[in-house]
């Protein structure tokens, strides 16, 4: 049995994932074998022995002490795209607000008393925006839900122009022909009447819209960011609004450093706030968890490469070590030294990380040696025997 903690409410649909003669979900844990969360803030706690996952049912990860966890051979998990089309939606929203004057409109006519239909007619001018149609749009990212918006954007009548220097195969299949592509972030900003951000927050992409590059905008921009608050320099931000170098800034995220302006419009972290986008999350989240846990497969990892074998049932070892030379021929050689046979191998690498499954016929009751040999490689931080579709404990 193994134990899973939930931090946050996981979606009972997410759960059902999990089947209960082998998973037991609690609230409740002092030393998981793995975890799903949502938001919750890991970055103090302590994991134990036991733990060998941790899925997180939405795409950030922020939350998680990710490289924490990848010295301690503890694989991270996303939900890319499960919430894709909640995020979209709500972009599209805020195009239209960051033009429209709706918000701003709406708390207007809620302080009209009398004449009321008067008073309409009279002030309705003070709340005039452009129409999207026609307009240039900038997406920066195109993931999941960077090239949702670009297509539903062309679909709006808008010219898009794409930019992600790190623009996935399955991404790129995904976009329409009629965006356009940029490569130099500079010149895309300054072709743009309005600017959406939806890239991972990182060290290299904290403050990514900085003084720097709103001094590069088109005058008058609109930017609207429902990614992460980080992404985006709030006091550069502020100075643009107040110069009138960004016309308007729509965002998910709150902040008291736009305390006063009119022309910004924030909701309160609702991207992902749907009953599908929680649902989808969280089935992807316990899917990838049981996987991995069951099988040995990784699939969405954000610190471990992806390495998927069908299984056959058969004695399964999974490796999890350092990208250093000889590591395959070290493990293979204690193989040989027990005298098992590799029926098949998988190895992928990412950055300084690499994964191995190893299916035989049967360890011949060497499984203890096995383990004591390969943990005893200068490198290898992890080595777990899956048989039978379960860890052998």
């Not at 471990?304 to 021929?329: E, S, W």
Request: proline share 4%; with cysteine.
């Amino acid at each position: 049995m193994y134990n899973i903690l939930t931090l946050n409410e996981i979606s009972p649909l997410g759960l059902q994932r999990l089947p209960e003669d082998t998973f037991a979900c609690t609230k409740e844990c002092d030393n998981p074998d793995g975890i799903i969360v949502r938001s919750a803030k890991m970055h103090d706690m302590q994991f134990g022995d036991n733990l060998l996952a941790i899925a997180r049912a939405g795409a950030g990860t922020n939350n998680i002490p990710i490289d924490r966890c990848t010295e301690n051979g503890i694989v991270v998990f996303n939900s890319p795209g499960a919430n894709a089309n909640a995020v979209k939606e709500l972009t599209l929203a805020g195009l239209v607000l960051s033009s429209r004057k709706v918000a701003q409109g709406i708390i207007w006519a809620k302080t009209l008393e009398g004449d009321i239909t008067a008073q309409v007619e009279k002030g309705k001018k003070n709340f005039v925006g452009p129409e999207l149609y026609g307009k240039t749009l900038g997406v920066i990212g195109l993931g999941a839900i960077g090239v949702m918006v670009a297509n539903a954007a062309l679909d709006l009548g808008m010219e898009v122009i794409g930019y992600d220097p790190f623009l996935q195969i399955d991404a790129a299949w995904h976009l329409s022909r009629r965006a356009e592509r940029e490569t130099d972030i500079n010149n895309l900003v300054a072709k743009c009447d309005y600017l959406t951000i939806h890239i991972p927050v990182n060290k290299d992409t904290e403050n990514f819209i900085n003084a720097d590059l709103l001094e590069k905008c088109k005058d008058g921009i609109r930017i609207v960011n429902f990614a992460r608050s980080e992404l985006v320099d709030a006091k550069a931000m502020r100075d643009a609004l107040v110069k009138g170098k960004v016309a308007a800034y729509t965002s998910d995220f709150p902040d008291a450093t736009f305390d006063g302006l009119d022309n910004v419009i924030a909701t309160p972290h609702l991207g992902a706030s749907t009953p599908e986008s929680e649902e989808n999350c969280a089935i992807m989240a316990a899917n990838e968890l049981r996987d991995y846990i069951l099988y040995g497969n990784i699939l969405h990892s954000v610190n471990f490469p992806d390495c998927c074998v069908p299984y056959t049932g058969k004695a399964r070892m999974a490796i999890i070590n350092k990208n250093i030379p000889n590591m395959i021929g070290s493990i293979t050689a204690i193989f040989a030294k027990e005298h098992i046979n590799i029926d098949n191998m998988i190895n992928k690498s990412r950055g300084n990380w690499a994964y191995t499954l190893i299916d035989v016929d049967s360890f011949n009751g060497m499984e203890k040696e096995l383990v004591k040999d390969l943990q005893a490689v200068d490198g290898i931080v992890k080595v777990r025997i899956v048989q039978e579709g379960k860890e052998t404990k």
